[in-house]
């Protein structure tokens, strides 16, 4: 199994620009989560969804979306990049069991200038 | 609101010592802590989760304790090595319905020197 592998591992943007980050998991999981970590702080959950079809709000979803039309993908959408969503972004996943351990990807560099 | 905090924040020891990183939560209302080991630009590796109803896991060198009461977690590295070198990162599972959501800790920074 590969995991959680996520693409591209590097993108500068400019401000206003647009682009997809995307998140694929070979493990079958339910559980998929977007979190983003800022240089020398723990990481925030932006969105996460518990199946296909189905995603919500986490706690700094402000400037993104996301989609679940998959068991497999979870893509994370930035629509008008703004400088402050410089940062390192993880996508995850996890089964449905309570006590279930989450498995990262690799992260994402995203700089916007 | 749940909050998690990690002190210190950066630790310097010398190699073959024991330590201790230190991580505490708000709410006792957890489902699970999971502990991370991450290196410099790279990703998270799972170390140990600890259910809820659980008060320690222990794997290899590393032994995690669990105090909801408290709202306390230790992580224990026994002789400490170079290659341990690294930020460890606590994290919560909690809430009204078991999303899996995760709440980080901020980190704490551990160097080994030989």
């Known amino acids: 199994n590969a995991g959680v592998t996520q693409t591209p591992k590097f993108r500068i943007l400019k401000i206003g620009q647009s682009m997809t980050l995307q998140c694929t998991q070979d493990?079958?999981?339910?559980?998929m989560y977007w979190y983003r970590q800022d240089p020398g702080m723990g990481l925030k959950l932006i969105y996460y969804?518990?199946?296909?079809?189905?995603?919500d709000k986490g706690e700094v979803p402000n400037g993104y979306n996301v989609s679940r039309s998959t068991t497999e993908d979870f893509p994370l959408r930035l629509e008008l990049a703004a400088p402050s969503q410089t940062s390192v972004y993880f996508c995850?996943?996890?089964?449905?069991?309570?006590?279930?351990?989450?498995?990262f990807g690799p992260g994402t560099r995203l700089t916007v200038l | 609101k749940q909050e998690v905090t990690q002190i210190p924040a950066a630790l310097s020891v010398p190699e073959g010592e024991n330590l201790v990183l230190n991580c505490s939560f708000t709410?006792?209302?957890?489902?699970?802590l999971q502990w991370f080991r991450q290196d410099p630009g790279k990703g998270l590796t799972s170390l140990l989760l600890?259910?809820?109803?659980?008060r320690e896991q222990t794997s290899g060198r590393l032994n995690a304790s669990l105090d909801k009461s408290s709202g306390r977690s230790t992580l224990y590295i026994a002789a400490s090595q170079p290659g341990d070198s690294a930020t460890y990162l606590c994290?919560?599972?909690?809430?009204?319905?078991?999303?899996?959501?995760?709440?980080f800790g901020q980190g704490t920074t551990l160097q080994v020197k030989p």
């Open positions: 995850a996943s996890r089964d449905g069991l309570s006590y279930n351990e989450q498995f």
């Open positions: 994290a919560v599972s909690g809430g009204s319905s078991n999303t899996g959501k995760l709440i």
């Open positions: 600890i259910q809820s109803s659980q």
């Open positions: 493990m079958n999981h339910n559980y």
């Open positions: 709410d006792s209302a957890i489902y699970n």
């Open positions: 969804s518990v199946g296909a079809g189905i995603t």
